[in-house]
């Protein structure tokens, strides 16, 4: 039996992955979180129904987040 996971974006948008495997899934205090194992971008989390993060993509969040420090020190250097 094949799973896949579907998250509806707009009425007429959905995004769907075929799923590997559920690797958790748990209710925390604040909510509801599942760890999926897709095909197409590798283990995804999700939360509350909605894909935070996979790892096929995280580097496009890791590196938006680390532009505004750097914007705001007065000598950023590179870092490797």
């Known amino acids: 039996m094949e ?4 998250e509806e974006q707009t009425p007429s948008l959905r995004l769907s992955c075929k799923v590997r495997e559920t690797l958790t899934t748990a209710q925390t205090p604040y909510q509801h979180l599942a760890i999926i194992d897709t095909e197409a971008f590798g283990p995804m989390l999700v939360l509350d129904g909605m894909v935070m993060t996979t790892i096929a993509d995280e580097f496009v969040y890791h590196e938006m987040i680390s532009h505004p420090a750097l914007f705001t020190h007065p000598c950023p250097r590179k870092v490797a």
Do not use: K
């Open 3 to 6: 799973l896949w996971y579907t």
